[in-house]
């Protein structure tokens, strides 16, 4: 197999041609037909269903919210029932998942849900992303997932792929989201997006890629390359620099909000609860957790919701 052609660009790297960029998508396409992990959420186009799964996986590991899910979808079953566990409920709910802002974040779109659209989920990217919550990443991937259309699902894993097979270079998000979308394949937006996925979440892995039994190694632009240096190090979007837990103030937050799901605290309760000796750490944190709604305080007591 020889390398993608590739046509002048005023941008560096030059860009593939569609048609190579289609041929990129068919054999994503057809590695997915026999690799694609089983995960509850695939097996469902119930669109409120595949936006929780959307939030919850936003910034909580794949086998994490599996676990979850059934007990997740069956308490929220629809955006009404949603509404009707209440704010506090939604927060309980969410335990052991963490960023419980996302908690808040669900009920709200279950309430504007419920107010706006019906109790259901919009069909339109632009009312995907009129929701609390829902970017254009996520937006798209109820699109493709829900409604199975065929758009381009556009995360960190796909951004490693287009920038190591498809360019051999780093990118922006803006072109690599166009590459990307000009491989989807006609009437397989489901299919494809849900392999692409896959193959950067387990195949072309940001530290050790297989590139063995890679189906695309023949023309992979950047092993064909020879570079010692990977493109996707410097890829915008791939990079995800996460801060040190053990101490931090999210920690401390997290360690309020657990104590919380058993009963309401008053704030020494909740200081013992994080470990910490000092009160106006402690002050601030609730301030901030009021304000992203996760709590309130009624006399001396604090609450969740
Ligand atoms: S050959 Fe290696 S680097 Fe290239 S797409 Fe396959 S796994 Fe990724």
Redesign the pocket.
Known sequence: MSLPQHVASPTKPDLPQRRALQGFGRTILGWGEGNLRDLPWRRTRDPWHILLAEVALQQTQAARVAERFVELTTAMATPTATVHLGKAGVISLWSGLGYNSRAVRLFQTAERLVESFDGEVPGTNAELQSLPGIGPYTAAAIEAFAFERDVAVYDTNVAR?IA??VLGAPTSTKVGFELARSMVPKHSGWLFNQAMLDFGAT??TARS???ER?P??RR?A??NSGDEQDPARTTAGTARPQGRFEGSARQGRGRMIERLRRSSATFEELRTATGWDDDAQVATQLNDLMTAGLLSKRGAKYFLG
């Open positions: 792929v190591r097979a195949l072309c890629p297989s590139c890679c695309l190694r992979c950047w092993r």
